[in-house]
């Protein structure tokens, strides 16, 4: 009788016990978010940086180039069957609903696939878009390495039987950087122009 009262008293003190735990430190149970780690920053988002590349007239830009300017970027290919010609034309229309503000807004198209899409294949490509579009290509290497400062997914898909032809799996987010380079904000798949317009024009 005894010992099985201490048990009793046992198992509800080690209950408040428990319950007081997780009223002070809900995180350890799994159950509340922990609080953020603090995150020290430099005041420049991770997103961007200096690239080299050329333009579709064969030109060697940089990011230097566009300076001043708000860059507005996108990464595709121009096989692309349907969601790069959608965001493409989605950006262009954007650009006509901001006026005589487009003209500060340098929209990019960054081609991850540059085996096939040269300085000439872009060039005939872009001039289904808004007249004031670069696009850009350059080695795999040049591709890459600005895939990664923009954090770009892009990978080769080849279905059997399909001969040399192929498509390539990528991201879909519009970037808007600054005069100065810098990352102001992203815009996902399925932005209407007029949402990105405005979204734009709140940073102009
Ligand atoms: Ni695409």
Do not use: W
């Not at 609903?97 to 929209?107: E, F, M, N």
């Not at 990019?108 to 850009?136: C, E, K, Q, W």
């Amino acid at each position: 009788m005894r010992s099985s009262l201490l048990i009793t008293l046992c198992v509800v003190a080690g209950l408040f016990a428990g319950g007081a735990l997780f009223f002070l430190f809900p995180q350890s149970f799994g159950l509340a978010p922990a609080p953020a780690p603090q995150i020290k920053t430099s005041g420049k988002a991770l997103i961007g940086g200096p690239f080299s590349l050329v333009d579709q007239n064969g030109k060697r830009v940089s990011e230097k180039t566009y300076a001043g300017k708000f860059m507005l970027v996108y990464f595709g290919y121009t096989f692309c069957p349907d969601v790069c010609p959608t965001e493409l034309q989605v950006m262009s229309t954007a650009l006509d609903l901001l006026g005589s503000q487009a003209k500060r807004i340098q929209p990019i198209f960054i081609t991850i696939d540059p085996a096939r899409d040269t300085a000439a294949v872009l060039a005939d490509y872009m001039s289904n878009f808004h007249d004031s579009f670069i696009g850009l290509t350059g080695t795999p290497q040049e591709i890459r390495a600005v895939t990664k400062k923009y954090r770009v997914y892009y990978a080769k898909v080849k279905e059997k039987g399909s001969g040399e032809d192929y498509l390539m799996d990528h991201s879909s987010i519009i970037y808007l950087m600054n005069e100065r380079g810098e990352f102001v904000k992203h815009f996902s798949f399925g932005i209407s122009p007029s949402d990105l317009a405005a979204g734009i024009r709140k940073f102009l």
